[in-house]
Nanobody, 122 residues
Framework: QVQLVESGGGLVQAGGSLRLSCKAS????????MGWFRQAPGTEREFVAA???????DHVDSVAGRFTISRDNDKNTVYLQMNSLKPEDTAVYYC????????????????WGQGTQVTVSS
């Protein structure tokens, strides 16, 4: 059973930074592609960033230059460093893992965490 536990969310002022962590059970982080998604109230969950076990990354255009995904295989943890936060980044952020070999990293995730709230005040 794959378990993903997010942490690091909170309230921050616009322009500030947060680092989200996703601790995974077993060797998930080193074996699977890992992604971050977010869902704001009244909207659908959207892709934010992802990283393959080989290190290939993808991210949505709205976070380019501000958010960075990384992972630490020894700690079974994937991170999302978020800088220059904006009020529109306010959402629940979810960590996800997949076994799919689909080239696009934006779909086809098998396992999900419970989410962590990020609130950016203006």
């Amino acid at each position: 059973q794959v378990q993903l536990v997010e942490s690091g969310g909170g309230l921050v002022q616009a322009g500030g930074s947060l680092r989200l962590s996703c601790k995974a059970s077993g060797r998930v982080v080193s074996s699977y592609s890992m992604g971050w998604f977010r869902q704001a109230p009244g909207t659908e969950r959207e892709f934010v960033a992802a990283i393959t076990r080989g290190g290939r990354r993808d991210h949505v255009d709205s976070v380019a230059g501000r958010f960075t995904i990384s992972r630490d295989n020894d700690k079974n943890t994937v991170y999302l460093q978020m800088n220059s936060l904006k009020p529109e980044d306010t959402a629940v952020y979810y960590c996800a893992a997949r076994t799919s070999t689909l080239y696009s990293l934006r779909f086809d995730y098998d396992y999900w965490g419970q989410g962590t709230q990020v609130t950016v005040s203006s």
